[in-house]
């Protein structure tokens, strides 16, 4: 792969004035969210981030909606159209997209090139799955059924290249993996001492997202030892409770499915503090992105987006004071907390150990408790991770704020067989 | 890169590299391109070099002599369904070709006990499998002892 891409400054700066999200959930199992549909979920974060910026839906000039798999999970092909009345955007223009899990990060890229552009000034980006269902046929969208495993698992396979890939070696299999073990070998770490540092990583992910009202999982791992009959907890981590469903992973490094949407308001920084006293400005965006058959994709594919991202802004990782990291594959969270240079090489693995990364340690990160606890609804999850990183880098997160307020935050995104971005914000007030 | 574009009958003759390849593999021959500017071999073949970026490649074959640098074993979350429907046992590694290129590739014949004993040994020889699937054949390897 070539890695000779510059990026350029852009036209003007952009700001995040507004975030809106709903609660990740389990609409299927859930009464209270059963029969709401893409269209209504979106609608109240696009609503919740309009009124987070002061403005109404006339305001806005230009929407983008991203999904990870409108297809099977929304039986449509332009969800733009058909979610646009609900939020009073009715004939304005707007763009679906749909990169896999980073469909939410690439959501934030596209609204700055178009504000940084010029072209608009008012801009809302936003991203909604229903991941726990699907249509219930050729009916109202309300009426949804769950995703069975008949449907979804050959489904996977479209993320993967069809000319080649997904029928050599390319689908899954290395994915989940290829980069722990790798890890793994190159630091000396032997199966049971990567299996420590998993456990503890989900635990202490899980202490954030028992602190976060939006999460779809807060009971702390304490708790559920103790209601399986463990009085230890990492004797419970290791337990039938958490069985291995990979090599190296068990269910609580894997993302919760569920559903749900979030969305922001995008502006020039110029005019920022005419819709919020603490615009959060989006300084640069790298981008990388490697099909499933090349090894060790996720490492290179990260270093590559970071550097790109680390030159655009002048900024190094000992500028950045808050991480996060789309951790739908439980291990990529401390591995690519390394690779943007966040931990350092070869370490990172004993900050996971010592609850250093934890959203009240040193080295936060993943302060809404990741794809593990605060769930995974696919394309939204990074406009989750985005409405989190606003509402901490505001000093807004009550009892799960990070112990320094954070000037500048790194997300590295993360999808689709595989989408990479890194995008930096920086806080402006 | 030449300023002269491609003719519409050019254009409408152009080969098929996707099914070339497929039908190499039914034929146990591994087709690849070479980059005709810094001779990168580009497996599994596309038009342009992705070494380089260089527009232009053309047909060469790989011996199929390649080496398993690192494997995975996969678990319920992350097995191939079409090798647990035939029963196969089988990892998921980093093969690298003599000729240079690597790619994610499926290890043959290899069990959890096996897997420890060749995971001490790495990296080892492969060799090329031809597999029929059914209606395409497809490449994987299997340990050279």
Partial sequence: MLTNVKLGKTLRSVSIVGIGATPFFNAQENETYHGLTNGELFGYAALDAMKDAGVEPRDVQFFFHGTANPGVLEKCITPNLQVADWFGMRGKGSLSHSEGCCTGYIALEEAM??????????????????????????????????????????????????????????????????????????????????????????????????????????????????????????????????????????????????????????????????????????????????????????????????????????????????????DFIGSSAFLAAEEVGYLPKGEGWKYVLDGRIAFDGDKPMNTNGGRTSYGHAFGASGMADIFEAVTQMRGDAGERQVKKLPKHTFLRGFGGAQNVRAIILESNF | MSTERMKAEEFWNREHIVEKFWKGLADGVIYARKCKECGAIEFPPHIACNTCGYHETEWTTLSGKATLKSFVRTGILNARLELEDRGLKYVCGEVQFEEGPAINAVILGISKKKAKEVREKLPVAVRPVFFDMGRYTTLFFELDE
């Fill in chain 1, 113 to 326: 090139m178009a504000v940084a552009s010029g072209m608009y000034d008012i801009v809302l980006t936003g991203a909604c799955d229903m991941g726990t269902g699907m249509p219930d046929g050729n009916t109202p969208s309300f009426m949804r059924i769950p995703l069975s495993t008949e449907v979804l698992f050959p489904d996977l396979d479209s993320i993967f290249d069809r000319a080649y890939g997904r029928y050599l070696g390319g689908g899954p299999g290395m994915n989940h993996d290829d980069w722990i073990n790798y890890y793994a070998n190159e630091n000396g770490l032997t199966e049971d001492q990567i299996d420590d540092v998993l456990c503890h990583q989900a635990y202490h992910f899980r202490r954030a997202g028992a602190l976060c009202p939006r999460a779809i999982r807060r009971t702390p791992f304490e708790e559920l030892a103790k209601e399986a009959g463990y009085d230890d907890v990492w004797e419970y981590m290791k337990s039938p409770y958490n069985p291995k469903v990979t090599q190296y992973l068990r269910t609580a490094s894997d993302s919760c499915v569920a559903d749900g949407a979030a969305a922001c308001i995008v502006v020039p920084t110029e005019i920022a503090k005419q819709f919020n006293a603490k615009p959060i400005e989006v300084i640069g965006c790298g981008a990388s992105v490697l099909d499933a058959i090349v090894p060790h994709l996720e490492k290179k594919a990260t270093a590559e987006a970071a550097r790109q991202v680390y030159e655009q802004t002048g900024l190094t990782p000992d500028d950045i004071d808050l991480l996060y990291v789309n």
